[in-house]
Nanobody, 115 residues
Framework: QVRLVESGGGLVQPGGSLRLSCAASGPIFNINVMGWYRQAPGKQRELVATITTTASTKYAESVKGRFTISRENAKGTVYLQMNSLKPEDTAIYYC?????????WGQGTQVTVSS
């Protein structure tokens, strides 16, 4: 397994932007997919975006055109650029890494979109 540490969450007004970062440590060169998930109060954790080592991406319909995921394989880092944020984006955002079909999770970072 790898250890994941997220940063970059916070409070932002509707329409604003935030950039989340996630740094992995451990056997980072064996990581296949990295991604971001989120969990809002009273809801199940849901996929936000994922990216493979070859930069193939997948996004939830609700964030397409607003969020961009990127990755630096050599550093074991993944980013989530979030633009045009909406109140419904409020959630705890978790970083995920898949290594030999084993999931690792970060501790989560809170994103709150409110005026």
């Amino acid at each position: 397994q790898v250890r994941l540490v997220e940063s970059g969450g916070g409070l932002v007004q509707p329409g604003g932007s935030l950039r989340l970062s996630c740094a992995a440590s451990g056997p980072i060169f064996n990581i296949n997919v990295m991604g971001w998930y989120r969990q809002a109060p009273g809801k199940q954790r849901e996929l936000v975006a994922t990216i493979t080592t070859t930069a193939s991406t997948k996004y939830a319909e609700s964030v397409k055109g607003r969020f961009t995921i990127s990755r630096e394989n050599a550093k074991g880092t993944v980013y989530l650029q979030m633009n045009s944020l909406k109140p419904e984006d409020t959630a705890i955002y978790y970083c995920n890494a898949v290594l030999y079909n084993i999931n690792s999770w970060g501790q989560g970072t809170q994103v709150t979109v409110s005026s």
